[in-house]
């Protein structure tokens, strides 16, 4: 892969790890493993929601309603998926 693709590249990895702890993260404070009032807690969630808002926000103005159901974290891996593969595609 040539070097001009490979920053963009991580940038996308670090969103999907961001994307999958987001993922973990919503089901174990569904399931009351782990508790929002905790600092700690509290400030990873508050700084992943951040980040990770403006990128399900355009998602989900296409998604329709579809109750508790967020698909957005769904569809934003897979177009990082396709980013990554076209970068891997077109860089060698």
């Known amino acids: 892969m040539a070097p001009i693709f490979a920053i ?6 670090v969103a999907w790890f961001f994307i999958i ?3 973990i ?16 807690v509290g400030q ?9 808002d ?3 926000r355009p998602i989900r103005q296409y998604l329709p ?9 769904l569809v934003a891996l897979l177009i990082i998926a396709a980013l990554q593969y ?3 595609y077109y860089g060698v």
Request: proline share 6%; net charge neutral.
């Open 86 to 88: 076209t970068l891997v």
């Open 54 to 56: 403006p990128i399900y």
């Open 25 to 40: 993260m919503s089901w174990l404070i569904a399931f009351n493993v782990l508790n929002l009032h905790q600092q700690v």
């Open 65 to 73: 309603s579809m109750g508790g159901l967020d698909l957005a974290p």
């Open 8 to 13: 963009p590249y991580m940038v996308l990895n």
């Open 44 to 52: 990873i969630w508050q700084s992943l929601n951040r980040f990770l």
């Open 21 to 23: 702890a987001h993922f």
